[in-house]
């Protein structure tokens, strides 16, 4: 491999890298905002202590590597 390609390499592990920062600080920004609803709704009483200690120990089991996604729920007609 030659200086050139080698410099070639570098400059677009440089680029992916500028190009993902912003990807990464949203990612961190949502989870200490998650985090920070969770221990709102425990101080409220709307969930259990143990309930958010559940999710603090899922975000750290899957290393992060999840997704929250909105399931929709089908009303019921009263």
């Known amino acids: 491999m030659s200086e050139?390609?080698?410099q070639q390499?570098?400059?677009a592990v440089q680029k992916a890298t500028v190009l993902m920062d912003p990807v990464f600080k949203?990612?961190?920004a949502?989870?200490?905002l998650l985090i920070t609803y969770l221990a709102r709704m425990v101080k409220e009483h709307k969930i259990k202590k143990g309930?958010?200690?559940?999710v603090q120990e899922f975000m750290k089991?899957?290393?992060g590597q999840y997704n929250i996604v909105n399931v929709p729920v089908p009303t019921?007609?009263?």
């Open 76 to 78: 019921t007609a009263e």
């Open 30 to 32: 949502g989870a200490a």
């Open 61 to 63: 089991a899957t290393d």
């Open 51 to 54: 309930e958010f200690k559940n």
């Open 4 to 6: 050139r390609d080698t």
């Open 26 to 28: 949203l990612t961190a």
């Open 9 to 11: 390499i570098i400059m």
